[in-house]
Structure formats: structure tokens, C-alpha cells
């Protein structure tokens, strides 16, 4: 990926948060194939929304812009504030919380609706437990969860 690409992502973002009338600094920096935007500044929430919705909705949207823009496909990932890392963080936790439930009561336990990314860190919290299986339910992208006991698994 050429500089000037990460320059004029790192400019697109910049100018879509001025125009939101958000006071922010954007960074951009490219990994392997993918960019990455950190964005880091004050009212966070309005960026992020519930359960990170808001941030999902505005990377899809930017990664069309941008794509359009550049003519070229480049996954970019956007991240305010480190929210990110203390999703995935909070998460693991929850699901290591919810497993020793299930496991305490014999009972499988549904947890969601989640979007993709929560379900598959959800997933991945649990997979190396032998005790313990995940299944998605349901339609469309929020999807629930699932967690059973191996005893109860066909």
C-alpha cells in the first residue's frame, strides 16, 4: 500500500469527524494487507454507540467511501479509543464467566443477539474447554449464542 493511500484515508476520516463536529486525532497505519484508523478524542459514546453498533455502521460505510475513492479493495478497520481491545477483553471474560455457569448447572445458557465479530470471540473464549460446545442461532447478522454442556451435546 503506497503512503499517499494512507495519507488520503487518514484525510477522509479526519474530514467526515470535522464535519460531525467531533474534535479528534486520526492516525492510519497499514498492517499486512489491511489499514487500520485509531481514532482518539472526546465524546467516544457518539463514535461507538451500543455495544460498538455505531462504530461497526461507520467503518462499513467509510470502507464503501473509501474503496470508491481509492478504486482499489483495502479492508480498513476503525478503532476509537482502544474500544476494540476492551470489547474483545470484556467479552472473554464474560463468556469465561458463563461457561463456568453452564457448567455449574448442567443447563445450556443463550446469550446475544451479538454481530459476527462478538459471536466468533465468544466462540474462540470457549473452544478449548472440553466441557463445553457454542452454537449460533438464528437469522441475519445478530445472530445468538448458545453455550452447552458436552454431556448434553448429540
Known sequence: ??????????????????????KTEVKASERG???YVDITGDREGVLIGKHGRTLDS???????????QLKEGVKIYIDVNGYKAKRTDSLTKM????????KRNGKS?????LNSHDRRII????KEDPTLD????GEGEMKRIR???KSQTP
Open 1 to 22: 500500500m503506497k503512503e499517499e493511500a494512507i495519507d488520503t484515508v487518514r484525510q477522509m476520516m479526519e474530514r467526515l469527524l470535522e464535519v460531525m463536529g467531533m
Open 33 to 35: 494487507e489491511d489499514l
Open 58 to 68: 461507520l467503518q462499513f460505510l467509510f470502507n464503501r467511501m473509501v474503496n470508491k
Open 95 to 102: 463468556a469465561a464467566r458463563l461457561g463456568e455457569k453452564v
Open 109 to 113: 445458557l443463550t446469550i446475544g443477539p
Open 123 to 126: 466462540h474462540l473464549a470457549l
Open 134 to 137: 457454542t452454537e449460533s442461532l
Open 147 to 149: 453455550i452447552i454442556p
